[in-house]
């Protein structure tokens, strides 16, 4: 075994991510959480990944046997046959071959025995990595709880005195003084939980290299474990210069002042069925004339639906899609966590070097992501700095609850979040229901105060001149007299 300076991989690249480049070598790592929650996976990630790097690895184990912990991984992609094990089950040989319970008292058996024999194969095997799962079964080697607690702290303080770089597994112990004594010996603390929000992992202790701070997206898939870690907003050099992208139809870039500057974010606002897709969907159409390159997140249709109704109006998305200026992604409903949704965007525009994301719409966001909506929420926003630091333009949909009128900008109140803000409304005029558009911010440059009437016609969207001599269409009910300013709204 030779002497490493450099972080151990913990087998996992979201996991490495977290700790600063993985763990400390000669370091002895505690991973907790309950039954389910994914910690003897780690345990085998972390193996597996010594096997790859030609490294001498041991699994001590005591709950599962081998051939079940081989099983086990081979359900999930993870490979540790070659691995060395030391069965500590009360059933394994290496407890009935010396010994018998039968005919003594345990407390007049030596309980030095034990321990030296767990040592002398330690020695034998002579392991780069040790996952002890869990730590708990060493209770089977003593007599009573102040001699296990003894015997373990002597047991880690040996394996670390090898340099050999251990992750033990632990269930939550009802006894608070064993908690406290293992979480104090471990030089790191990954906890595992598994709730509301999905999967999640956190590390609470990482001594020398320190940790990413918070809780993580988790998910435990094909391949075992997918960590995502959150998504920290990095400054990005970009020099200033005031782009603005259009809509390509004329009466909306008149009413928007040009258009909408690159490196924002827009809210488009609006009721069920006023046209905020198609909105969003034409502003991608118009930035793929101009070579840029879009994706669309759909959390609220499907990809057929969307298509077909985008194309029936005349919006080319299939035609983009194949000359790869739009991707289109459908999320399940509770499939993914914040952290991972952030994950699959960055990728994207990654790979893609995308220019434009659209978000398809916030409601959808909330309640198709895991996690409570204050939470979401924060990560959206965490997204959206990403994006714009990135250089990328984002797009959000929003529903609102008025049908006609709009007393609110944006629901979950997160205007905040926005650099311009338009929405769609319903009004009635002349004994009729129609539509009309508005731009109630615009963080750069200046638009119209007032409101033009909107239509989606089989040609594509038509936006009219500015409405003059009425007042009130933002409480949905327009009268004569008066301009419809939205100033007052911003």
Same mark, same amino acid.
């Given at each position: 075994? $030779?002497?490493?300076?450099?972080?151990?991989? /913990?087998?996992?690249?979201? =996991?490495?991510?977290?700790? #600063?480049?993985?763990?400390?070598?000669?370091?002895?790592?505690?991973?907790?959480?309950?039954?389910?929650?994914?910690?003897?996976?780690?345990?085998?990630?972390?193996?597996?990944?010594?096997?790859?790097?030609?490294?001498?690895?041991?699994?001590?184990?005591?709950?599962?046997?081998?051939? *079940?912990?081989?099983?086990?991984?081979?359900?999930?992609?993870?490979?540790?046959?070659?691995?060395?094990?030391?069965?500590?089950?009360?059933?394994?040989?290496?407890?009935?071959?010396?010994?018998?319970?039968?005919?003594?008292?345990?407390?007049?058996?030596?309980?030095?025995?034990?321990?030296?024999?767990?040592?002398?194969?330690?020695? %034998?095997?002579?392991?780069?990595?040790?996952?002890?799962?869990?730590?708990?079964?060493?209770?089977?080697?003593?007599?009573?709880?102040?001699?296990?607690?003894?015997?373990?702290?002597?047991? +880690?303080?040996?394996?670390?005195?090898?340099?050999?770089?251990?992750?033990?597994?632990?269930?939550? /112990?009802?006894?608070?003084?064993?908690?406290? $004594?293992?979480?104090?010996?471990?030089?790191?603390?990954?906890?595992?939980?598994?709730?509301?929000?999905?999967?999640?992992?956190?590390?609470?202790?990482?001594?020398? =290299?320190?940790?990413?701070?918070?809780? #993580?997206? +988790?998910?435990? !898939?094909?391949?075992? =474990?997918?960590?995502?870690?959150?998504?920290?907003?990095?400054?990005? *050099?970009?020099?200033?210069?005031?782009?603005?992208?259009?809509?390509?139809?004329?009466?909306?870039?008149?009413? &928007?002042?040009?258009?909408?500057?690159?490196?924002?974010?827009?809210?488009?606002?609006?009721?069920?069925?006023?046209?905020?897709?198609?909105?969003?969907?034409?502003?991608?159409?118009?930035?793929?004339?101009?070579?840029?390159?879009?994706?669309?997140?759909?959390? %609220? %249709?499907? +990809?057929?639906?969307?298509?077909?109704? /985008? *194309?029936?109006?005349?919006?080319?998305?299939?035609?983009?899609?194949?000359?790869?200026?739009?991707?289109?992604?459908?999320?399940?409903? !509770? @499939?993914? @966590?914040?952290?991972?949704?952030?994950? +699959?965007?960055?990728?994207?525009?990654?790979?893609?070097?995308?220019?434009?994301?659209?978000?398809?719409?916030?409601?959808?966001?909330?309640?198709?992501?895991?996690?409570?909506?204050?939470?979401?929420?924060?990560?959206?926003?965490?997204?959206?700095?990403?994006?714009?630091?990135?250089?990328?333009?984002?797009?959000?949909?929003? $529903?609102?609850?008025?049908?006609?009128?709009?007393?609110?900008?944006?629901?979950?109140?997160?205007?905040?979040?926005?650099?311009?803000?338009?929405?769609?409304?319903? &009004?009635?005029?002349?004994?009729?229901?129609?539509? &009309?558009?508005?731009?109630?911010?615009?963080? /750069?440059?200046?638009?119209? #105060?007032?409101?033009?009437?909107?239509?989606?016609?089989?040609?594509?969207?038509?936006?009219? $001149?500015?409405?003059?001599?009425?007042?009130?269409? =933002?409480?949905?009910?327009?009268?004569?007299?008066?301009?419809?300013?939205?100033?007052?709204?911003?």
């Amino acid at each position: 075994m $030779e002497h490493r300076t450099s972080p151990v991989s /913990s087998g996992v690249d979201g =996991l490495d991510d977290i700790l #600063h480049g993985g763990f400390v070598p000669g370091r002895m790592y505690l991973v907790h959480g309950q039954p389910g929650t994914g910690k003897t996976l780690l345990g085998m990630h972390f193996l597996e990944e010594g096997l790859d790097d030609d490294e001498t690895v041991l699994f001590i184990h005591g709950e599962e046997s081998k051939e *079940e912990i081989i099983a086990n991984g081979n359900a999930v992609g993870i490979d540790v046959t070659d691995a060395e094990f030391l069965d500590l089950g009360p059933d394994s040989d290496f407890f009935t071959e010396d010994y018998s319970y039968d005919l003594v008292d345990p407390s007049d058996i030596e309980q030095d025995r034990y321990t030296q024999d767990i040592h002398e194969a330690i020695r %034998e095997i002579d392991p780069d990595r040790v996952v002890v799962d869990p730590i708990t079964q060493l209770r089977y080697v003593e007599a009573n709880d102040y001699q296990f607690r003894k015997r373990i702290l002597a047991f +880690m303080r040996f394996l670390k005195q090898r340099e050999i770089t251990v992750v033990t597994t632990a269930t939550p /112990s009802t006894d608070q003084e064993y908690d406290t $004594e293992i979480r104090s010996l471990s030089d790191g603390i990954i906890e595992l939980t598994r709730g509301d929000g999905g999967r999640r992992i956190k590390v609470a202790k990482h001594r020398a =290299l320190g940790q990413r701070e918070g809780d #993580h997206g +988790m998910e435990i !898939r094909g391949n075992g =474990l997918e960590i995502f870690p959150q998504l920290v907003p990095e400054r990005h *050099e970009h020099p200033f210069e005031s782009i603005q992208l259009e809509f390509g139809i004329e009466g909306l870039d008149e009413l &928007v002042g040009g258009g909408f500057d690159k490196r924002t974010v827009t809210f488009i606002s609006g009721p069920t069925g006023a046209g905020k897709t198609s909105t969003g969907t034409q502003f991608l159409a118009q930035a793929a004339k101009n070579g840029l390159k879009s994706a669309v997140y759909l959390f %609220e %249709e499907d +990809m057929e639906t969307y298509e077909h109704r /985008s *194309e029936a109006i005349g919006m080319p998305v299939t035609s983009m899609r194949e000359e790869d200026t739009l991707s289109i992604t459908e999320i399940e409903p !509770r @499939s993914l @966590s914040g952290e991972e949704f952030a994950h +699959m965007v960055k990728q994207e525009v990654d790979e893609r070097e995308t220019d434009i994301v659209m978000i398809d719409g916030l409601d959808g966001y909330t309640t198709s992501i895991q996690g409570n909506e204050d939470m979401l929420v924060r990560k959206l926003h965490a997204l959206t700095r990403y994006l714009k630091n990135r250089g990328v333009t984002v797009l959000i949909t929003n $529903e609102i609850s008025e049908i006609t009128g709009i007393s609110n900008a944006t629901s979950n109140n997160l205007s905040y979040v926005a650099d311009n803000l338009m929405f769609l409304s319903y &009004v009635e005029m002349d004994g009729s229901l129609r539509k &009309v558009v508005g731009v109630l911010k615009k963080r /750069s440059g200046s638009f119209e #105060h007032n409101l033009r009437e909107f239509e989606i016609e089989s040609s594509g969207i038509r936006v009219g $001149e500015p409405l003059t001599g009425l007042y009130g269409i =933002l409480q949905g009910t327009p009268r004569s007299g008066g301009a419809a300013d939205v100033s007052r709204y911003k």
